[in-house]
């Protein structure tokens, strides 16, 4: 009996989605090579949304824009799309956005200069443009006495220890891997061969609470199901072959 309660209520739950809407609108931002206007299918996790909101809709026309991310976070909050992507967890956001299953896990790494010695982490100064989420890294930078530089973009901190303002640069693996395979200066970098690692980060879509559980439930579902499928490894495996 219980699993049969379970199961009406789960069907009642996504009601209210029984149908498929005819539009479906994104928005997200600038984050090679997840996501980006000028990027094949708009970046690797942009193509894993729109297949996993077809699976989930599949009559429904999928619309993606790119914005500014406060402009797309704040036109979401306010329901003029349905979900925007992807984010980091944090209770700031977690009070007004439902969040779907992990989209994908980024490994994160330090990058510097392939001439510098290895030496201590002591009051070196490690850039994270603004926007990212520390994580782990603020616990290193207190034991280590570290200065964090934070400019408006990831190319900006590219540039910065190229340029040797900066001794690392904390990043996605596949973002180090963009950025030193498109910008011949960046080539003098590489990720650092040792040292206190980063742990493995979770990228989510979300949705604006108003909006209910039961889109992020029917979005989950079909995640659930590309996965099982191998269509979203298949993605994966693409988009790694364009660069």
């Not at 809709?57 to 992807?86: D, H, V």
């Not at 200065?147 to 973009?153: C, F, S």
């Not at 970098?189 to 609470?209: A, D, H, M, Q, T």
């Not at 579902?221 to 988009?239: C, N, P, T, V, W």
């Amino acid at each position: 009996m219980k699993g049969g309660y379970a199961l009406i209520v789960f069907l009642l739950t996504l009601s209210a989605y029984a149908q498929s809407p005819e539009q479906i609108k994104l928005v997200s931002g600038d984050y090679p090579p997840f996501t980006g206007e000028s990027l094949p299918g708009g970046g690797l996790v942009s193509r894993l949304v729109r297949a996993t909101f077809a699976e989930a809709f599949p009559e429904a026309e999928i619309k993606l824009a790119f914005e500014p991310w406060a402009r797309g976070f704040a036109n979401t909050e306010n329901q003029r799309y349905l979900a925007t992507f992807p984010y980091f967890r944090n209770e700031a956001r977690a009070a007004v956005f439902n969040y779907s299953q992990p989209v994908i896990f980024i490994e994160n790494v330090f990058y510097r200069q392939k001439s510098a010695k290895p030496a201590s982490y002591d009051k070196k100064t490690i850039c994270l443009p603004l926007g990212y989420a520390k994580g782990s890294l603020s616990e290193l930078i207190a034991v280590y006495d570290m200065k964090l530089v934070r400019p408006a973009t990831m190319l900006q901190c590219f540039k910065m220890l190229a340029q040797g303002r900066a001794d690392l640069l904390a990043c996605s693996k596949r973002v180090g891997q963009f950025f030193t395979g498109h910008y011949p200066q960046f080539r003098t970098l590489e990720v650092s061969p040792s040292g206190p690692g980063l742990l493995p980060v979770p990228l989510y879509v979300i949705f604006p609470k108003r909006s209910g559980q039961a889109i992020v439930t029917r979005f989950n579902l079909a995640l659930e199901q590309l996965k099982r499928s191998g269509r979203y490894q298949e993605l994966i495996d693409s988009y790694r072959a364009l660069y």
